[in-house]
């Protein structure tokens, strides 16, 4: 599973590299490339849950099968929670 940073360490991150950032066209093009990032990272994320519930539907054993798709339910549950937060906080920084 890859490791997505916590929320409130993203926008502590965020505002130290705004304050460092002199004039605002500097500021704007900081939030857009996050802003992209983020998008890229949640259809990277929905790329992944698609692949392993492709390859949880190969799985013979229906209770194995059952408590997989679960699991990949749950994980990407999380890290959409986890976007949405990060999105919030650089949403609130551009204020």
């Known amino acids: 599973m ?7 360490r993203f926008e502590q991150r965020l505002s130290e590299r ?11 093009q ?20 698609m692949m392993a ?5 190969a799985i013979e054993d229906a209770d194995l099968k059952a408590a997989t798709l679960e ?7 999380l890290k959409q929670q986890r976007l949405k937060r990060m999105q919030e ?3 609130k920084l551009q204020g």
Do not use: Y
């Open 53 to 57: 519930e492709s390859k949880a539907q």
């Open 30 to 49: 900081f939030i857009a490339s996050h802003q992209a990032r983020l998008a890229s990272m949640e259809q990277q994320m929905l790329l992944h849950r």
């Open 2 to 8: 890859e490791r997505m940073m916590d929320p409130a």
């Open 18 to 28: 705004l304050e460092k950032l002199d004039s605002p066209e500097l500021k704007a």
């Open 89 to 91: 906080a650089l949403n």
């Open 71 to 77: 699991k990949i339910a749950a994980d990407s549950k």
